[in-house]
């Protein structure tokens, strides 16, 4: 063994651009650029998205497409560069690599990674239907056979980070919501929409969106109009309301008879006073 000791050369690299300001100049132009694309050219629900039960949005296939139109962007073609076949115990799972180019040119602008594997909830489990017709989730007994849309989901997954990275526009979809007015607020799920109207139980439809929209601070007409962050407020104060109700007897200043909370609130906020659901009825007829 030589005890000759080898000398390692250290070479220093300068990253710093000849011309910052052109630099500056041109990083502030795209991003001007991305703005006026996402205001005037994407749309929600088509070209991106939010995935429910998030706070970030998603670039679809459909705006990854416009985005490589709109730049001059082509892809290469795509690599396995990692895979897994157990056929016996049923795991797949595929990395891909996919060259995003320069259509002009043909010179390469960034490299998307993305993979996908049989282990995920919506490739394990298959929803089957029950003879009394309601569905149950049980595990997937032929994953083979999902081999092929495997891989192309993996293909485009591989696809919209590659343009992600080559536009820049990762940025858009990292930033907080409150920053971006053009994103619609995520709608409040059917679970959240079936609490609310239990914790509204005894109550009709106006009287319940009429408290509804004074816990949200704006006027909503329909439950659909309701948000996913509206919804939690609107039960965290609704369960406060009903310990508090319960506490408390509300009565008809008419004739006397016990009324709900949200009846309360509701005839108060129509007609001036306490009513329950006859004497508002009476009330209405008159004022016809």
């Not at 990292?174 to 914790?199: C, F, G, H, V």
Request: aromatic letters at 6%; charged letters at 25%.
């Amino acid at each position: 063994m030589s005890d000759e000791i080898q000398e390692v050369s250290l070479v220093t690299v300068d990253i710093m651009p000849r011309n910052i300001d052109a630099e500056i100049a041109k990083a502030v132009q795209m991003r001007a650029a991305l703005d006026k694309l996402f205001n005037s050219l994407l749309q929600q629900g088509i070209d991106f998205d939010r995935i429910p039960g998030t706070d970030k949005p998603t670039l679809l296939k459909p705006g990854a497409e416009l985005l490589c139109q709109v730049f001059r962007l082509a892809t290469g073609e795509p690599k396995i560069i990692n895979s897994t076949e157990d056929f016996e115990k049923g795991i797949l799972s595929y990395t891909i690599s996919l060259p995003i180019l320069h259509r002009d040119t043909g010179a390469l602008i960034a490299t998307g990674l993305g993979s996908a594997n049989s282990q995920e909830v919506k490739y394990k489990y298959r929803n089957v239907e029950q003879q009394n017709g309601e569905k149950v989730k049980m595990l997937n007994p032929e994953p083979a056979d999902q081999q092929n849309t495997l891989i192309k989901m993996a293909a485009k997954r591989a696809y919209i980070d590659g343009v992600l990275k080559a536009t820049g526009a990762s940025r858009m979809f990292t930033q907080d919501i409150e920053d971006m007015p053009w994103l619609e607020p995520e709608k409040a799920s059917s679970k959240q929409i079936n609490y609310i109207k239990m914790l509204f139980k005894g109550a009709n439809e106006d009287e319940s969106l009429s408290e509804i929209s004074d816990i949200a601070g704006r006027n909503i007409k329909a439950w659909d109009e309701i948000t996913r962050n509206e919804a939690t407020k609107i039960i965290d104060a609704k369960k406060s309301n009903n310990e508090a109700g319960n506490r408390m007897t509300h009565t008809c200043s008419e004739c006397g008879a016990k009324i709900t909370a949200a009846e309360d609130r509701y005839s108060n906020s129509t007609f001036g006073k306490a009513l329950c659901r006859t004497c508002q009825a009476k009330a209405k007829a008159a004022a016809n």
